[in-house]
Nanobody
């Protein structure tokens, strides 16, 4: 059984930084795509970033490009989301997700496993 456990959320002032972690267990993730999504109150869950585990290719939503960086540590089976220059509009619950196979990475319906989420709050 695949388990994804997020950590690293919290309260930060605008302009600050946070690093989220997603510890993955239960399978070999070398063929996976790992994604980060977020959901703000009253809004739908949206794509933030994704990484192809084996090659390290990354993808970003336009709203976070240049500010957020997704990476992975193979030895620790962990995916990170470094968030810099945070804005109040980045406030949301952030979710880690794993996609086993197939093309595409933006739609949440493509992902097979999800973490429980971690709250990020950016104050103005």
């Amino acid at each position: 059984q695949v388990q994804l456990v997020e950590s690293g959320g919290g309260l930060v002032q605008a302009g600050g930084s946070l690093r989220l972690s997603c510890a993955a267990s239960g399978r070999t993730f070398s063929s996976y795509i790992m994604g980060w999504f977020r959901q703000a109150p009253g809004k739908e869950r949206e794509f933030v970033a994704a990484i192809i585990w084996s090659g390290g290719t990354t993808y970003y939503a336009d709203s976070v490009k240049g500010r957020f960086t997704i990476s992975r540590d193979n030895a620790k089976n962990t995916v990170y989301l470094q968030m810099n220059s945070l804005k109040p509009e980045d406030t949301a619950v952030y979710y880690c997700a794993a996609k086993v196979r197939g093309l595409g990475y933006i739609s949440q319906t493509l992902y097979d496993y999800w973490g429980q989420g971690t709250q990020v709050t950016v104050s103005s």
